[in-house]
């Protein structure tokens, strides 16, 4: 069972188009991260959000955490084939049902390809 | 500049001979993990270390084992590596676990025939 469901799995859109990926759990974590991973390569950080309810951009780029600290989204405006890459959304140390300050659990990502 | 570092990049080896992955980080961090990325599966944890001499258990510790003698050093030791350990691993650091973001190495691609 994956502790973190990404959707959409995969995602093919046109350049200048917007999009969301999504990242659920029904367990509460101290943060949550975003990384993307080029083939072969380690993930690279996109952000880190620690508050409930937060909202950080980074360019085009906007991510929100739940209020309850169980869930976040990754929106990206006027998407460029620059963007295609492997997101993957990440929680670090569960806060609920016994702490586990250390464990980081990953979803399974989601693939985005941007055509020119 | 300030990285993870992992070697080898790529290691071809056979069943039940003893192999270890090194990983480096220049960063001061005292936090260290090791992962195992598998199609379909995603990024498991295989074991994590706190701080010096503190180590523990990810989701996958089966058939692996770790050490952090130094602040900067956290090998991967496959004792008796089996070919349901090919896959490709990553190491990663952080100033501590909870909030701040980690910094993955390039990983390490390893096929056990």
């Known amino acids: 069972t994956q502790l973190l469901e990404q959707s959409p799995q995969f995602l093919s859109i046109q350049e200048g188009e917007n999009l969301t990926v999504y990242c659920n759990s029904s367990?509460?974590?101290?943060?949550l991260q975003w990384y993307r991973q080029e083939p072969g390569e380690g993930p690279v950080l996109l952000v880190t959000?620690?508050?409930?309810?937060e909202v950080k951009k980074l360019k085009r780029l906007t991510f929100q955490f739940g209020d309850a600290r169980k869930d976040s989204s990754l929106h990206i405006t006027a998407a460029q084939p620059g963007d295609t890459g492997l997101y993957l959304c990440?929680?670090?140390?569960?806060?609920?049902?016994?702490?586990?300050?250390?464990?980081?659990?990953f979803g399974r990502g989601t693939q985005l390809t941007v055509w020119p | 500049e300030a990285q993870v570092t992992q070697n080898p990049r790529y290691l071809i080896t056979v069943t039940g001979k003893k192999l270890t992955v090194t990983c480096s980080q220049n960063?001061?961090?005292?936090?260290m993990s090791w992962y195992r990325q598998d199609p379909g599966l995603g990024l498991r944890q295989i074991y994590y270390?706190?701080?010096?001499?503190?180590?523990d258990k990810g989701d996958v510790p089966e058939g692996y084992k770790v050490s952090r003698k130094e602040k900067r050093n956290f090998p991967l030791i496959l004792e008796s590596p089996s070919p349901n350990q090919t896959s490709l691993y990553f190491c990663?650091?952080?100033?501590?676990?909870?909030?701040?973001?980690?910094?993955f190495g390039s990983g390490t691609r390893l096929t056990v025939v």
């Open positions: 990663a650091s952080s100033p501590g676990a909870g909030k701040y973001g980690y910094t």
């Open positions: 367990s509460v974590f101290s943060s």
């Open positions: 959000v620690v508050t409930g309810g």
């Open positions: 990440a929680g670090d140390s569960k806060a609920d049902r016994g702490s586990t300050l250390g464990r980081l659990y």
């Open positions: 960063m001061n961090h005292e936090y």
């Open positions: 270390s706190m701080n010096v001499e503190v180590t």
